[in-house]
């Protein structure tokens, strides 16, 4: 089984986020970037299943500007096959990335997409949804764990009051959770074999998807600073202004 892995670059999650002097969005200048978190849950769980055998390829693909290859080169180093990038100037939308996809899917014809549950920079969880509704296939969101039996898999989800076990019809799309595995860190000998893996580069025109933005950003302001805290003598003092200040009991 052909697997598809939809990974995207984003800000580094260990750097302290800045909004733009104009308001407009996030800055990404001169900021160090990295794959989103649960895109490499996502590749790695691909990995796994390549090496349990149920896998046989590991196509990743991230759409984005061109300095999306050092990311699709971090996934082939972790051991996917082939890496695609689609090129795109401008900001892409869940909608734009589900309609590229789709068209990727009609392409590579994998039996299982795997994406992450979400991207930390929009935190939209909107583009697995979006591809399944697109591609008229079963999903399966927040998955942590996946076992895939002849023409369906068996899946753990994390809901809200525990873990919800259902089975999905293959081909499906997944979204990764933080529990579904642990990924491991890429190999000086991984990241040199990776430079001479295949990487594709083609534009959303060439696959007749339009990608221009849908929603239009209005302003992106940074949280109100937190006030500094009091010294409070002692406990009476903490509960009286818990009941009488704050309200909370
Ligand atoms: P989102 O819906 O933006 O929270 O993203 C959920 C998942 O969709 C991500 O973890 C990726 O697997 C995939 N995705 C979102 N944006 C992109 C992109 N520009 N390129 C490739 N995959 C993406």
Redesign the pocket.
């Known amino acids: 089984m052909k697997v598809l892995?939809?990974?995207?670059?984003v800000v580094d999650p260990n750097i302290k986020v800045r909004v733009k002097a104009d308001g407009t969005g996030v800055e990404t200048a001169n900021v160090k970037m990295a794959m989103?978190p649960?895109?490499e849950i996502?590749v790695e769980q691909a990995v796994r299943m390549k090496e349990a055998g149920t896998v046989t390829e590991i196509v990743v693909?991230?759409?984005?500007l061109p300095q999306?290859q050092e990311t699709l080169r971090t996934a082939l180093a972790m051991g996917a096959d082939r890496a695609i990038l689609?090129e795109?100037a401008t900001e892409?939308q869940?909608l734009a990335?589900a309609k590229?996809?789709k068209a990727l899917v009609e392409k590579e014809q994998p039996g299982l997409v795997?994406?992450?549950?979400?991207?930390i920079?929009?935190?939209?969880?909107?583009?697995?949804?979006?591809?399944a509704a697109v591609l008229g296939w079963p999903q399966a969101t927040f998955i942590s764990k996946i076992e895939v039996a002849g023409d369906h898999a068996d899946i753990t989800r994390e809901v809200d009051g525990g873990l919800e076990k259902i089975s999905v019809r293959m081909p499906a799309v997944v979204?990764?959770d933080l529990r579904l595995n642990e990924p491991r860190y890429v190999t000086l000998p991984n990241i040199m074999k990776a430079k001479k893996k295949p990487l594709e580069n083609i534009k959303p025109d060439a696959l007749g998807v339009d990608v221009t933005p849908r929603l239009t950003t209005l302003k992106v302001e940074e949280p109100p600073k937190r006030g500094a805290g009091v010294k409070l003598a002692d406990v009476a003092e903490l509960v009286s202004k818990l009941k009488n200040e704050a309200k909370v009991i």
């Open positions: 892995v939809a990974i995207k670059r989103n649960f895109c996502a693909a991230s759409i984005g999306c689609v795109v892409v869940p990335v590229v996809l795997i994406m992450g549950k979400q991207a920079d929009d935190d939209c969880n909107q583009s697995g949804q979006m591809l979204t990764a």
